[in-house]
């Protein structure tokens, strides 16, 4: 099976010098899959030849003269830029000249301008983004990550049926098992749009597990952990946040002094295997769930590696037709409903 | 300054084989300090005296009949279990023979019978649960962590308020920087209740810094970040689970095979600094604010160590004249307002 992904390369903090690198080397690993790479002409032509890549028959470049600013208010974005290299990326998966599409760029504009052109699944109300956090037993799909904050019950509950759909879809497992993320594993605890989430859950044809606390993410207690973009987007950055103070102290720990620098020379390959095992690059590539289409956001601040793994994933959703096997399961779902 | 402090010695999952050893390492090594110590009388000095502290000066065993169950409602700790060891411990603060108390016991009954006992402040509407993270730069200080789900925005405000008051008193700064997380930098984001907070504490006296994200808690961007109980609860819980889970791969790591468990030796004084230095165990004991009394919440699954340190962190607030201060903060506040 051959496809196309449409890469948005003006996108992310640092635009063609990384997305370029990124999507030569996917390409090199994926002998299936030929790439649209969408922004200014010029700039990406020049930058493929620099590469040596400017006669790779499965690479083409489709020109957009726009791009959307990282800190540009979404409305604006979406009304005001129509050749924008992120519209242009989705367009082409709205014609059918690619199967999906990728960035790096702003979320709330890739949100509004991959919400107005692909439009919603029926019976989804708003998209929500889902991402892959490692486990100690493995790794968990987390959602919703910042798309929604002040979601009503219903929304969380549209929230777990997209994410076992993504897990069914990703992973063919059968019935994956849904958490709610919340304060405490009893019924009666936390805040009204929990609650009210719980019982839909409940009584739905899912594998509801119940309630979830925030150390069960990295536990893996459950397939798909379910919470308001709000608090999702919150426990996202500070585990970041947390990685990376506890990778600034083991690097102070084993410089403080020549002995442990030594001590550092001789562990260095265990601390390197470890390292790779936490890294968050290795991550990268969040879906937006519940469009009428595959639309994966990288990571801003995304290196080459990074926004790598962030294609891979959106290859991934595509050979393993997530879009139609969502809509299939909307569908039983509305049967049953 | 001598002082006292009343501890419930039942609660918490250990009970008095984790709070009398606790209890005792603590009163070692802070001469001014009395403990009385709450709970099961028979059960406390059979212990005391198995611990060879039976003679201790500077303990007395406080007799209370009931104990207050990890899962029980608070209502009903409240109303129905009058000489627990929880409310005996706290009705000592409200009757000043101790200056504060200290349990590792069911959250919602220790803060429904603090309210009820100790009452808010004048202008507090409800407690908010304080903590201690480390952060790249030393420490921040964290609320609410659980006590409040759906804040208003002026609860928000006040725990602002409460946060900067505490960290002044103990930390004798004079004006401590606020942050508000929330899922951005810019105004616009966020939810409404942080977006109502934010202008409250813009146009307030306070040193606020404006938004911050998950990540700067622990970059240690502001001295006080201020979060709805939800969302502080999850972050927290989530920063436990991944740390266990970089602990588990660190170790897993260094256990593959012979070679790498002779790394392992080498290294070991390294490994073991850097341990300590992420111990959760040392920011253990988080503080009630709003209440007319200082009262420290320990973990429940605190071990001896752990305890230590909430009784540690009660002393400190004691010895710093933590709820005059406040006190006077608030009427300063008022006569501003």
């Given at each position: 099976m051959s496809y196309t992904l449409a890469i948005d390369c003006m996108g992310g903090d640092h635009g063609p010098s990384v997305t370029l690198p990124a999507s030569l080397a996917y390409l090199r690993r994926d002998p299936d899959c030929s790439l649209l790479l969408v922004g200014l002409q010029d700039v990406l032509h020049a930058e493929l030849k620099r590469l040596g890549a400017d006669r790779e028959p499965r690479l083409s470049v489709v020109h957009a003269s726009e791009v959307v600013g990282m800190d540009e208010p979404p409305?604006?974005?979406?009304?005001?830029?129509?050749?924008?290299?992120?519209?242009?990326?989705?367009?082409?998966?709205?014609?059918?000249?690619?199967?999906?599409?990728v960035s790096a760029g702003n979320t709330g504009a890739l949100m509004a301008i991959s919400k107005f052109v692909l439009k919603m699944l029926p019976g989804i109300d708003r998209p929500a983004i889902a991402s892959i956090l490692p486990t100690v037993k493995g790794h968990t799909y987390v959602l919703d990550l910042g798309a929604n904050v002040d979601c009503t019950?219903?929304?969380?509950?549209?929230?777990?049926?997209?994410?076992?759909?993504l897990v069914s879809a990703l992973e063919s497992r059968e019935?994956?098992?849904?958490?709610?993320?919340?304060?405490?594993?009893?019924?009666?605890?936390?805040?009204?749009?929990?609650?009210?989430?719980?019982?839909l859950l409940r009584a739905s044809d899912?594998?509801?597990?119940?309630?979830?606390?925030?150390?069960?993410?990295?536990?893996?207690?459950?397939?798909?952990?379910?919470?308001?973009?709000?608090?999702?987007?919150?426990?996202?950055?500070?585990?970041?946040?947390?990685?990376?103070?506890?990778?600034?102290?083991?690097?102070?720990?084993?410089?403080?002094?020549?002995?442990?620098?030594?001590?550092?020379?001789?562990?260095?390959?265990?601390?390197?295997?470890?390292?790779?095992?936490?890294?968050?690059?290795?991550?990268?590539?969040?879906?937006?769930?519940?469009?009428?289409?595959?639309?994966?956001?990288s990571h801003g601040s995304?290196?080459?590696?990074?926004?790598?793994?962030?294609?891979?994933?959106?290859?991934?959703?595509?050979?393993?037709?997530?879009?139609?096997?969502?809509?299939?399961?909307?569908k039983r779902t509305e049967v049953a409903a």
């Open positions: 409305a604006q974005a979406l009304r005001g830029k129509k050749d924008s290299s992120m519209r242009v990326a989705i367009d082409l998966v709205k014609e059918g000249r690619a199967q999906a599409a019950s219903e929304h969380l509950y549209q929230f777990g049926l997209m994410g076992a759909m019935r994956p098992s849904v958490g709610l993320l919340n304060i405490g594993e009893e019924e009666i605890k936390g805040n009204e749009a929990v609650k009210g989430a719980a019982e899912l594998n509801f597990h119940g309630n979830v606390e925030g150390n069960d993410i990295y536990k893996g207690t459950t397939d798909v952990v379910v919470c308001d973009g709000f608090v999702g987007n919150v426990a996202l950055k500070t585990s970041e946040g947390l990685a990376q103070m506890i990778g600034t102290f083991l690097r102070e720990e084993f410089s403080r002094g020549p002995l442990r620098k030594l001590m550092y020379i001789v562990a260095r390959p265990v601390i390197a295997a470890f390292r790779n095992r936490v890294d968050h690059r290795r991550y990268n590539g969040a879906s937006l769930l519940g469009l009428r289409g595959v639309v994966v956001k995304s290196d080459a590696y990074g926004f790598e793994q962030a294609v891979a994933r959106a290859a991934d959703a595509v050979r393993n037709d997530l879009i139609a096997r969502i809509t299939q399961c909307m």
